[in-house]
């Protein structure tokens, strides 16, 4: 079970956006792939000692709203709707304005435990991002769907960097630890996924949420691409 009880209805809602995501407005136009496969890049190997500020000269970032979000190993750099939170339909359901694909959008409300992120986060923050079949989306690089063998392409210790109203000069840096395909169905959906949500708050921890499109075009989207990011510091 969810750590909260309040959690309970809003990783509902977070997991009715993935399943809208897969099958909703988009889906009958997955007849054929329009995009080219995700690749990764070649990025600097400085390691983290030499890249992030030591802990005693680590800026403090308020929490504040993110702005833009950028993956370097596999190309993402998308901004982040800053005017308001992942907007809720009639339905009750999180849905990012889909007139905007290349756009991700942040979840959080005065009465739910995820927070804006920053380097005091006492609890998780949560960024969703679109993937498309048809056309470019904001998470799209995330999962190679053409491949012989379809995989995530996040790597484990791969970064990523969050620029926010409140970082100025900075980026927040976080290290992929945690990469989970869960289902959006049955008694392991993701709202009831404790491996992704925890038993308990977990302090300065990203969440990228991102509908996993399956190899077969004719296919409804079944799972979702979770991962785990740990702030590491700020450059």
């Known amino acids: 079970m969810p750590r909260y009880t309040k959690r309970y209805w809003v990783l509902a809602i977070i997991l009715s956006l993935l399943v809208s995501l897969g099958v909703g407005v988009y ?10 496969p995700p690749v990764r ?3 600097p190997t400085a390691s983290v000692k030499t890249t992030l500020r030591s ?9 504040s709203v993110p702005k833009r979000v950028m993956i370097p190993a596999i190309g993402v750099d998308v901004e982040i709707d800053e005017a308001v939170p992942c907007p809720l339909n009639d339905a009750g359901m999180v849905e990012p304005d889909f007139r905007f694909p290349m756009k991700a ?14 380097t005091t986060t006492t609890d998780l923050s949560v960024i969703v991002g679109h993937t498309w079949r048809k056309g470019d989306a904001a998470f799209n690089p ?9 995989h995530v392409m996040v790597e484990l210790g791969d970064e990523l960097l969050l620029k926010t109203q409140a970082s100025g000069e900075h980026v927040l840096v976080y290290q992929a630890v945690q990469i989970d395909e869960v289902d959006k169905y049955g008694p392991d959906h993701l709202g009831q996924s404790t491996k992704v949500w925890g038993t308990k708050p ?21 799972k979702v691409i979770a991962i785990g990011w740990k702030l590491v510091g700020a450059r």
């Open 142 to 150: 995330m999962y190679d769907w053409q491949a012989a063998n379809p």
């Open 105 to 118: 959008c942040y979840y959080t409300a005065l009465n739910k435990p995820y927070q804006l992120p920053g």
């Open 41 to 43: 890049v070649s990025v």
């Open 55 to 63: 802990e005693a000269t680590l800026p403090v970032v308020a929490r």
């Open 27 to 36: 889906s009958y136009l997955r007849q054929s792939d329009d995009v080219p």
């Open 202 to 222: 977990i302090p300065n921890w990203l969440v990228t949420l991102a509908c996993l499109q399956p190899s077969n075009s004719l296919e409804h989207s079944t």
